[in-house]
């Protein structure tokens, strides 16, 4: 029996932290039954649910099984999730169609807008050197590459960015290819 | 003689399997390919555009129509595509009819080629894509547009102008970056183009 603040601090289901992240972004309370309506009658909140069914299949060596869970997740969706990528909790993809994510490594907390992709370059090799990284607490604006680099934590990327090399911690970037603006104010989002 | 179905597809999904890198599975490496739903919307693709030149049109609209819902894949049945076609991730593709792809071609997400349907009849005809060429994501090619064989077309170009053999393009409207070299990987040669940085992985 773990003391009581070690238990309070046991990471929750990765699927739990992404509905709550999506309840946040979208202003719903949670975790309430209303909240949880709200969010479940989104297509964002399902499709990272099967995300997360998909990749929990995979840890468990059923590949067969999640793959015909991702295929579903595209059929349904349009969203397009390598049950292999790395992702941690929190992740929100306000808008699933056209969302691609490779073999690749997001961290907690990122939030993904329309047409996203991370992945490589059609390199071949997943878990290469070339096989992107974004870090935690990023914010992925619509139709935004992630090709190839390590997106520091914290980033925003502006719609339409490119990434083909690295981005610095904490910092807003746009452009193709991406370049630092300025330094990302937590007070303006 | 044109190389039969089975070759056609083998060839296809041994591609694929090149692309995903899970040809090091040995025997089992057209098995493994299939995990990934691109191989799917190829063969079905492929499914399409034989029935389409047997003849057998309303079947080959079904499959045709069966990719867009599945994948999200909207490549038409009358795309003439050499062996070898492999497509990353499926959502969003558009390929229209009668768009000519060389062999070996990758194409990433939502990549748009065909047609440029407008007024203006020099603008009439399809896109010809040289052999070994990479689209990467949200290339954009409409009109008698021919890419050289084993360019690439960087991200979210458009081109609107022939493009020559083995070069790296990009922007909008895209212009030639750099070459593209033998050894290097399509992000390697796309950062070496748009960041002038010719190091990295």
Redesign the interface.
């Known amino acids: 029996m773990l003391p009581a603040r070690e238990m309070t601090r046991r990471p929750r289901w990765a699927a739990w932290e992404d509905l709550a992240a999506l309840a946040e972004l979208k202003g719903s309370a949670f975790p309430t039954a209303q909240g949880l309506v709200d969010v479940l009658l989104l297509p964002a909140a399902w499709a990272v649910l099967l995300l997360r069914v998909a990749a929990a299949l995979q840890r468990a060596g059923l590949?067969?099984p999640a793959?015909l869970v991702?295929?579903a997740n595209?059929?349904l969706f349009?969203?397009?999730f390598d049950p292999r990528a790395e992702v941690g909790p929190g992740l929100v993809v306000a808008h699933p169609?056209?969302v691609?994510i490779?073999h690749a490594r997001v961290g907690s907390r990122v939030s993904l807008m329309g047409?996203v992709?991370v992945?490589?370059?059609?390199?071949?090799?997943?878990g290469?050197?070339?096989a992107p990284v974004v870090g935690d607490g990023c914010f992925l604006m619509a139709?935004v590459?992630v090709?190839?680099?390590t997106v520091g934590s914290g980033v925003v990327l502006g719609a339409?960015a490119?990434v083909?090399?690295d981005i610095a911690p904490e910092a807003v970037a746009i452009g193709?290819?991406a370049r630092v603006l300025r330094p990302r104010q937590r007070d303006q989002g | 003689m044109s190389p039969s179905f089975g070759s056609v597809c083998r060839a296809d999904l041994m591609a694929s399997a090149?692309?995903?890198?899970t040809e090091a599975a040995g025997r089992w490496c057209l098995m493994r390919s299939?995990?990934h739903?691109g191989a799917?919307a190829v063969l079905l693709f492929r499914l399409a555009s034989g029935l389409h030149h047997r003849g057998l049109r309303p079947l080959s609209r079904l499959i045709y129509f069966a990719n867009a819902?599945?994948?999200?894949c909207d490549v038409a049945p009358g795309v003439v595509a050499a062996p070898g076609l492999a497509i990353?991730?499926?959502?969003?593709v558009t390929i229209g009819h009668g768009t000519r792809l060389g062999a070996g071609v990758?194409v990433?997400?939502?990549v748009s080629l065909g047609g440029a349907g407008t007024e203006d009849r020099s603008l009439d005809g399809v896109p010809e894509i040289g052999d070994g060429c990479?689209l990467?994501?949200?290339a954009r090619i409409f009109g008698p547009v021919s890419i050289g064989d084993r360019s690439i077309v960087?991200?979210?170009s458009w081109v609107n102008r022939d493009v020559p053999a083995d070069v790296v393009v990009?922007?909008w409207p895209a212009r030639v970056v750099g070459p593209r070299l033998a050894s290097e990987?399509?992000?390697?040669a796309?950062?070496a183009g748009?960041?002038g940085?010719a190091s990295?992985?």
């Open positions: 590949g067969a793959t991702r295929l595209l059929a349009g969203a397009d169609a056209g691609t490779g047409s992709r992945g490589g370059a059609a390199s071949g090799r997943p290469t050197p070339g139709g590459k090709l190839a680099g339409g490119v083909v090399s193709d290819p | 090149r692309l995903f890198g299939l995990r739903p799917w819902v599945l994948f999200h990353g991730h499926p959502a969003g990758v990433m997400q939502a990479i990467l994501d949200g960087s991200v979210n990009a922007g990987s399509p992000a390697t796309v950062r748009r960041t940085d990295g992985p």
